[in-house]
């Protein structure tokens, strides 16, 4: 199993949409997706139509050690997809664990405790909150990768460089493998100058990270959430979705050479 | 002077904007405004053109004792606005603070500290960072009222209540007098029906708390930045502009009554 953060301290840059989209559409060809949601919102949970009725055991559970990770999957509508539903304790996690010893090691630590989940799953993603917390270090130390989503905003820009920092500090203390797997630019407007510029910028900063794959801004992502499924499901033929699949492409091709 | 927090833990509906619009529509009508820049990023900051190496005193060493609000405060290029900027460090208070008796009140504790800024400004705007953490916290119970922006999307709904509970926990515990000044509608996409019934669902939800102004998607607003300057001085003609003095008009005017 690859496990593989989507991660992002800028908030609403598209993390939520990828961690479902990409899931719904690595499923859709065939691979075995767990979606971990750690945000204390659990929009990602809803965008795969788990209610709040249905988070009793939750990531928050996983996370604290009262409940292992095999209890918590759940199944969703969609073949191949599951998840461990992200909900509001989640919120309280860092003052909690602040006296563990371990406390950047729970997901990682759980993950290696039932090793059978390995041997279930192709793909674990980590639906991070938008912040630098106890739960995004929680991911990126228990990921083998990261996939930066990138909103085509100037504002995203500005956080990419404390991004880069926090996973540079997580590889050299906490988890020595860490990389990044890629980042994919979302939202573009092509009607726009700004969204031309910030790709540009980033394709020079980053070069052959950033995926060839880029999320047009489009209606269905964000109308799709309110019907409960995800873009791939609700309309297959709209430009979002048909970009997630692509990236779905692109990552598969690249973890061929990892 | 009034004191009003803006805040909503879901990630990129406007906060930042809205500190930088609002406060200079504010300061265009001749009040004098000081933004409070708590969010890590600096966003806010570098929209009013304040650089990194502007930045050696901040609201990070205001929140943790080390300077005094009166030391921190900078001016910008903008007539009547005021700034004290965000930086990195703030990611780390929490940690910081988690073992200080007063750890949520070191904003109000500074502000009553320096009473002569109660005398110099009008308004206090607070950019908060998207989570409930102890800088929101510090914000919410430092202020007389709190504004918050709500992005026309499915997803931002899902919040309300979490921000609500937060909210009242504050009111209950923290600053008795803690009410909200108003609800503001942002990115409103009138070519799709999601911003319609978002709205709907909103006024439905909270009433007369919902300003009757609308801020529309607007690319002014987003492309600002990238010059260093508030969409109303960078086009003081655009409809999101506009929008943001009449959100300032009708501060004002609700205002009055308090
Ligand atoms: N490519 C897109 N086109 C149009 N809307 C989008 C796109 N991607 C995401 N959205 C919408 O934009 C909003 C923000 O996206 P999303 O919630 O996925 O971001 P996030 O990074 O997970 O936010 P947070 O930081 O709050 O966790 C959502 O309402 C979503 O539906
Ligand atoms: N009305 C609008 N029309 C178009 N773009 C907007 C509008 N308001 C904000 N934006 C853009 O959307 C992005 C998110 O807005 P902003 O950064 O103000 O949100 P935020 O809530 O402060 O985000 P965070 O949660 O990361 O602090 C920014 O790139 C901003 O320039
Ligand atoms: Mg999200
Ligand atoms: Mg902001």
Known sequence: MRILAIANQKGGVGKTTTAINLGTALAAVGKRVLIFDTDPQGNASTGVNIGRDLRAVSSYHVLNGEASLTLAVQRTEIPNLFIIPGEANLAGLEQ?????????????????AHTEIGG???????????????????????????????????????????????????????????????????????????????AADVRNFFGDKVYETIIPRNVTLSEAPSHGKPAMIYDHRAAGSLAYMALAKELIERERLV
Request: aromatic share 6%; with cysteine.
């Open 120 to 198: 279930v799953f192709d793909y674990m993603l980590i639906d991070c909150p938008p912040s630098l917390n106890i739960l995004t270090v929680n991911a990126l130390t228990a990921a083998d990768a990261v996939i930066v989503p990138l909103q085509c905003e100037f504002f995203a820009l500005e956080g990419i460089n404390q991004l880069h920092q926090t996973i540079e500090a997580v590889r050299a203390n906490l988890n020595r493998d860490l990389t990044i797997q890629g980042i994919v630019l979302t939202m573009y407007d092509a009607r726009t100058n700004l969204s031309e510029q910030v």
């Open 96 to 112: 909690e664990l602040i006296a563990h010893v371990r406390s950047q090691f729970k997901l990682r630590d759980a993950i290696a």
